[in-house]
């Protein structure tokens, strides 16, 4: 007993101890739900971000889609009305050949 050091002295130590490791385990718990707050907020942020990317790409294909029917809509009916005009022309140059080829061979 000559130290001046006695239980009660410890046990005021461990009763510190046990105070400052439960002030500190409740700052890392503070730390750590910070944390996981500014991830979820990420992650929320990200996926709006990802279906508004989406919903924008949807729309173009959709609009180019729409761009390119009517393009081939407009050439077929291009084809359509100049192709019997044009194929008829033609029959008729055909046949205007034939018929005078046909007449200077049976001369």
Not at 31 to 54: G, S, Y
Not at 71 to 79: H, I
Request: aromatic share 4%.
């Amino acid at each position: 007993p000559g130290t001046g050091v006695g239980p009660s002295a410890f046990c005021g130590v461990a009763v510190m101890d046990r105070d400052e490791i439960h002030h500190k385990m409740s700052k890392k718990v503070a730390q750590l739900t910070k944390v996981i707050f500014h991830l979820n907020t990420r992650n929320d942020e990200a996926e709006h971000h990802l279906a508004a990317v989406c919903q924008a790409y949807e729309s173009e294909v959709d609009q180019i889609l729409k761009d390119a029917n009517a393009k081939v809509r407009r050439l077929a009916e291009a084809v359509e009305s100049g192709h019997g005009s044009k194929a008829g022309k033609q029959l008729e140059a055909f046949k205007s050949n034939y018929e005078d080829e046909k007449r200077e061979a049976l001369r």
